[in-house]
């Protein structure tokens, strides 16, 4: 079927040039996603697809938040659609860090706070990472730890020392995540923080703070008195 032949062609050029002209201010959450899906669905009526996720999701966010399985189970989204679906946070995540803190020091707690919250961007369940930095307080890599819950008898720390050596880190944070959007520490947090203090100084390479993320805020629980 030629452009002229598909009945969508004129909505989709009207809807992408109003996204041109004025961005996504004006757009209801259902419009954003019906703009998405133009570039995985290449000839259906994406509206009514778009209906369908925000009624089984009930918002924007829980969408974006929706794992592969579930979004490929409403009617209209292939494996193709689901992926790029998952991208969007993703991509925002990647996007955030890399725009606003490239390269976070220690001694800026405020920078350091944005880059661990934006590492969060997209996350539904408790993550655990580790940022390793060198002498000057530069960071000096990422990674990704574990999934769950965060107490001392689940923290890999063979996996987060060897890590440590072999960037030459002189020490390290840890941050995860409350997924219910509380930033407080919970007593688990705090007595997970009090033994891996005590262990990884053994180990000679320091842990210097321990983040708590909810939201767009964060909590650090070494020097929470501070």
Do not use: Q, W
């Amino acid at each position: 079927m030629s452009d002229r032949e598909n009945p969508h062609t004129g909505h989709r050029k009207r809807v992408r040039k109003r996204f041109t002209d004025e961005g996504l201010e004006s757009f209801s959450d259902h419009e954003i996603l019906e703009l998405l899906l133009f570039y995985s669905v290449p000839r259906r009526d994406t509206n009514e697809t778009a209906h369908r996720l925000i009624s089984r999701f009930g918002s924007l966010s829980s969408v974006f938040d929706a794992g592969i399985g579930e979004l490929t189970d409403v009617e209209g989204i292939s494996l193709n659609t689901a992926v790029l679906i998952k991208l969007i946070p993703a991509l925002s995540r990647a996007y955030l860090l890399d725009r606003d803190t490239r390269y976070p020091s220690f001694r800026d707690p405020e920078k350091l706070g944005r880059y661990l919250v934006n590492s969060f961007i997209g996350c539904t369940g408790e993550r655990l990472i580790a940022v390793y930095f060198n002498n000057r307080g530069e960071c000096i890599g990422k990674t990704v730890v574990s999934e769950g819950t965060v107490n001392s008898t689940d923290i890999p720390v063979r996996k987060i020392a060897e890590t440590g050596y072999r960037m030459k880190a002189a020490y390290f944070v840890l941050a995860h995540n409350h997924p219910d959007g509380d930033p407080i520490p919970s007593a688990e947090d705090i007595s997970a923080t009090e033994t891996c203090t005590e262990i990884f100084c053994r180990l000679g390479i320091p842990l210097a703070e321990h983040y708590v993320i909810g939201g767009n805020s964060c909590r650090r629980i070494i020097s929470a008195d501070e």
